[in-house]
């Protein structure tokens, strides 16, 4: 197993299968390293080898046809919150969130971290240009962060108005597909909520397998394992805990 991520490690194939079947039933790695009697730093350690594997997993996604997109927001760390002078803290999406972009065809998701705060027009349309059909129908709030999106890719575009849809029960939300998204994007980050925030892209990758085809828990171990002798990476534990990156 030389050149793979299972290299370097006496580490059975069935403890990797039992880590990933943890990691995708969303157990925090906290939680994971306890039932497994491991270390965090060695739960840490897999889920980094794991992100090497996923890195590139949502890069072949396109989706065509009717496609949901919004943004979706979390809070960077208490620690890396910015106030005002007066201690109190910005409100509204402020550079204290971190803005993901999020499309969906009702079946399939792409989820990508674009910033700080609210979202512009060209960071929403770099992220998702080349993951939606150009000619398809895109279903969107009435945000003009969308609007290079629409004109560059000549979609057409649905807009409804935000304001209207809050209380509207899930079967007369036309936003529901992309709503759905976000609630099981965000209990998923929420398991792993001491995560450090420049891992984020990691997670999403993590997140977008989970989510996306096939859905069978079983066929996403196998496709793990085949990804892990198809397209071979390595990652020492010392280089990964050398140095410390500060977070975002």
């Known amino acids: 197993m030389t050149g793979t991520i299972f290299d370097s490690h006496k580490i059975s194939i069935t403890e990797w299968i039992e880590y990933w079947r943890n990691l995708l039933q969303y157990l925090s790695l906290s939680a994971d390293s306890w039932n497994n009697k491991n270390a965090f730093t060695t739960a840490k350690y897999w889920f980094a080898k794991t992100c090497l594997l996923l890195d590139e997993i949502q890069d072949s996604i396109l989706l065509e046809g009717d496609v ?3 943004e979706t927001f979390i809070p960077v760390r208490s620690e890396d919150i910015i ?5 109190q803290k910005l409100r509204g999406h402020s550079i204290n969130q971190m803005c993901i972009a999020t499309i969906t065809d009702g079946k399939t998701v792409f989820v990508k971290y674009i910033g700080l705060g609210e979202p512009a027009g060209r960071q929403v349309y770099e992220a998702l240009k080349d993951h ?10 009435k945000d003009p962060c969308h ?3 629409v ?3 000549e979609l057409k575009n649905i807009q409804y108005d935000s304001k209207k849809m809050k209380g509207l029960p899930d ?3 036309p936003m ?4 759905q998204v976000h609630n099981r994007l965000q209990k998923f980050l929420r398991a792993h909520s001491g995560f450090r925030r420049d891992e984020l892209p990691g997670y999403l990758n993590l997140f977008a397998f989970s989510f996306n085809a096939p859905h069978d828990l079983y066929e996403k171990l196998d496709r793990l394992l085949n990804l892990s002798f198809e397209n071979p990476k ?5 280089e990964l805990y050398r140095k410390s990156k500060p977070d975002l």
């Open 147 to 149: 609007n290079m999106l």
């Open 68 to 70: 949901y997109c919004d």
């Open 176 to 179: 529901n597909p992309i709503n």
């Open 151 to 153: 004109r560059k890719l």
């Open 132 to 141: 939606i059909k150009q000619g398809s129908r895109l279903i969107t709030d």
């Open 83 to 87: 106030r005002k002078e007066n201690n």
């Open 234 to 238: 390595t990652l020492r534990y010392r």
């Open 171 to 173: 079967n007369k939300n």
